[in-house]
């Protein structure tokens, strides 16, 4: 079956950093697009960052100069490198798998930033 499993997530303060990961299996990786997206609490999901088959990539206005998004092939992973968080960064952040139509997201990390 599919699965993606993000992990990385925690409580920080305001001006810190975290990295999460999503880690796939079941498909096949290095053809699929890639996202990051996150649910504050009574909020609806919203884009983060995105990063193609090729390695192109994009990001929400909201974490430009922020967030990194990169991803590693040979170990089935996304990364959302993650720096100067705000609180309102607060959420929970879902991966997603993209190609040909097929999507798929993971259960999400938790993260939580302090004031």
């Known amino acids: 079956q599919v699965q993606l499993v993000e992990s990385g997530g925690g409580l920080v303060q305001a001006g810190g950093s975290l990295r999460l990961s999503c880690t796939t299996s079941g498909i096949i990786f290095s053809v699929h697009a890639m996202g990051w997206y996150r649910q504050a609490p009574g909020k609806q999901r919203e884009f983060v960052a995105r990063?193609?088959?090729?390695?192109?990539?994009n990001s929400a206005d909201s974490v430009k100069g922020r967030y990194t998004i990169s991803r590693d092939n040979a170990k089935n992973t996304v990364y959302l490198q993650m720096n100067s968080l705000k609180p309102e960064d607060t959420g929970v952040y879902y991966c997603?798998?993209?190609?040909?139509?097929?999507?798929?997201w993971g259960q999400g990390t938790q993260v939580t930033v302090s004031s």
């Open positions: 997603n798998s993209l190609r040909l139509g097929s999507s798929y």
């Open positions: 990063i193609t088959s090729g390695g192109s990539t």
